[in-house]
C-alpha cells in the first residue's frame, strides 16, 4: 500500500470528522488548519482510483471520493484554509455540488466508451443507436402527424438532438429534448398519444444515459435534465436504475433520486435491487427505496436490517427514517446499539426527526449504554433537533451532571458543551430558560457557553 502523503491524512481526519462530529467547530477548525499547512509550500493530487476496498470504513477519504463519484482532487499549493475546508464538507455530506476555484479543482467520474470520439458519452454498456426518426406507424419517411404548425418545430428539435449527440454536443441535445418534450405537452389530446411515442422513441436509452452524465458533470444542467426523465416515465426508469448502479453509490447522482418517485412502476427494479447480494447494488436499493418515500417498502427495509456490511445498513436506517411512519420508531431503536458507530447515529438521527416525547426518552436511555464519545456527542445533538417540551429539561441535566471520580454516570466537558449547543439550536422558549439558568447557576465552562449562546442569539440593539 503506497504512503500517504502529509496533506492525505491530515485532510482525511478532516472528512472523518466531519461526517461524525460536523457540529464540532473548534476541532473542525483545528484539522482545516493543520491539511491547509501540508499543503501550503506544494501542490497535491489525491486519486480515488478504479478500485474501491470494501474493508474500508465508509467515513475514510477514499471511500467519500468513491461515493460521491470522485476520480480525482487537485489542491495547488497555497490554497486558503477555507477553500481546504470547503472541498472537505463537499466529500462529507451525501449530496450537493462541489466548490470549484483556481486552487481546487475536483475531476468527476465520467463513463465514456471506448471507440467514441472526445466527448461523447454513452452508457458503458448500451451500444450507440442510429438517431433517425421512426413515425408511430413505422413509416420512417413520414413527418410526424402534429398539429398545424407544429411539424416543423418538432423536426427541427429532433434534427438537434441526432446532430448534438452525433458531435457531443450534450448541452444543445439536451435542450433541444426539453423544448421536445414542452412541445408534446402542448399538442391537443387527439394526438397527445402518438406524440408521445414519437418523442420516447427519439429519447433512447443512450440519450438519457448521457444526458445523465453530462448533468453529473455540469451542475447547472440537473433540473433541465429531471423535467425528461419525468416526462418520459416509465421508460426512464431502467435508464435512472442502471446509471445509480454504475458506480454503486449515489454521490453526484443524488439528483436521480429527486425524479424517481415521479417515475411509475420503479418500485419493482428498486425492491429488486434492495435485495441484491452485493452490498453495493444492496445500498443503492436502500436509497432508492427511502427516496420513494413508500411506507410499504417497510417489510422489506426491516428485511435488510441485519445485512453484514455496515454502509447497507447505515442506508437502510436512513430510508427508514425517510418514510417517517410510528412502525419506524422500533427497529430504529434496535439500531441504537448497531456494531458500527455511523449507523447508531444515523438511528439517533432518524429517531429524532420522527419526533416525539417518547423518542426522547429512547435516545436519553442511548446515552447511558453507549461508550464511544463521538456517538455521545451526536445523540446529544440529535435530542436538540427534537420538537418536545421534555428536550429542555434532559438537555439541561446533561449539562449540570459532571463526571467525576464519585459520579462515575456524568457527562464530559465534551457531552455537557454539546448539551449546552443543542440548546441553543432547539431555540424554543424553554430552552432559552434552560440556557439562562446555566449562565447562573452552571460551573464556569458551562456557564461561559450558555452566555455565548445567549449572547449570539440576542438581536441587534437598534442604532
Known amino acids: 500500500m503506497a504512503r500517504k502523503s502529509a496533506f492525505e491524512k ?11 462530529r460536523p457540529e464540532d467547530r473548534a476541532r473542525t477548525r483545528q484539522l482545516a488548519q493543520r491539511a491547509q499547512k501540508s499543503v501550503a509550500k506544494r501542490p497535491v493530487t489525491l486519486e480515488a482510483g478504479l478500485v474501491f476496498r470494501p474493508e474500508e470504513p465508509d467515513n475514510m477519504l477514499e471511500s467519500r471520493m468513491h461515493a460521491r463519484g470522485v476520480a480525482k482532487v487537485e489542491v495547488s499549493a497555497g490554497a486558503s484554509m477555507e477553500e481546504v475546508l470547503a472541498l472537505g464538507r463537499a466529500l462529507a455530506t451525501d449530496e450537493g455540488d462541489f466548490p470549484q476555484s483556481p486552487p481546487v479543482e475536483v475531476s468527476m467520474v465520467v463513463h465514456v466508451t471506448p471507440g467514441e470520439r472526445d466527448g461523447v458519452v454513452v452508457h458503458p454498456e448500451t451500444p450507440r443507436e442510429p438517431f433517425r426518426w421512426v413515425a408511430p406507424d413505422g413509416d420512417a419517411h413520414r413527418e410526424p402527424r402534429l398539429s398545424d404548425g407544429s411539424s416543423a418545430e418538432f423536426t427541427r428539435l429532433a434534427a438537434a438532438i441526432r446532430s448534438g449527440a452525433d458531435r457531443g454536443a450534450w448541452t444543445e441535445a439536451l435542450h433541444a429534448a426539453q423544448s421536445l418534450v414542452q412541445l408534446a405537452i402542448q399538442v391537443p389530446e387527439t394526438k397527445k398519444g402518438e406524440t408521445a411515442i414519437a418523442v420516447r422513441r427519439l429519447l433512447t436509452a443512450p440519450i438519457l444515459h448521457a444526458f445523465i452524465d453530462h448533468a453529473v458533470r455540469i451542475p447547472e444542467e440537473r433540473n433541465r435534465t429531471i423535467e425528461v426523465l419525468e416526462w418520459v416515465g416509465r421508460d426512464a426508469g431502467e435508464v435512472v436504475v442502471d446509471s445509480l448502479k454504475e458506480s454503486g453509490s449515489v454521490g453526484p447522482k443524488q439528483f436521480l433520486l429527486e425524479v424517481a418517485p415521479k417515475i411509475p412502476d420503479i418500485h419493482p ?32 427495509l426491516f428485511d435488510r436490517q441485519e445485512h453484514p456490511d455496515a454502509r447497507v445498513r447505515l442506508a437502510v436506517v436512513r430510508a427508514i427514517g425517510q418514510l417517517g ?18 449507523v447508531r447515529v444515523a438511528a439517533a438521527e432518524a429517531l429524532a426527526a420522527a419526533g416525539g416525547g417518547g423518542v426522547v426518552m429512547i435516545l436519553a436511555g442511548a446515552l447511558s ?28 441535566t446533561m449539562a449540570m451532571t459532571r463526571k467525576s471520580l464519585l459520579r462515575r454516570k456524568g457527562f464530559g466537558d465534551e457531552e455537557r458543551l454539546a448539551a449546552v449547543e443543542a440548546l441553543g439550536r432547539h431555540g424554543s422558549r424553554a430552552a432559552v430558560i434552560a440556557l439562562e439558568r446555566l449562565a447562573e447557576d452552571a460551573d464556569r465552562t458551562v456557564g461561559s457557553a450558555a452566555r455565548r449562546v445567549l449572547e449570539s442569539a440576542a438581536p441587534e440593539p437598534p442604532t
Open 269 to 300: 427494479m428498486a425492491d429488486a435491487l434492495l435485495h441484491d447480494p452485493g452490498w453495493q447494488k444492496a445500498r443503492i436499493g436502500a436509497l432508492l427505496v427511502g427516496a420513494l418515500g413508500d411506507p410499504v417498502a417497510l417489510p422489506a
Open 325 to 342: 411512519t410510528a412502525a419506524a420508531v422500533e427497529p430504529l431503536k434496535q439500531r441504537l446499539s448497531d456494531r458500527h458507530p455511523s
Open 10 to 20: 491530515a485532510f482525511g481526519s478532516l472528512v472523518e470528522h466531519l461526517r461524525r
Open 369 to 396: 449504554e453507549e461508550q464511544d464519545p463521538a456517538v455521545r456527542v451526536a445523540i446529544i445533538a440529535s435530542l436538540g433537533r427534537i420538537d418536545s417540551s421534555e428536550v429542555a429539561t434532559v438537555l439541561t
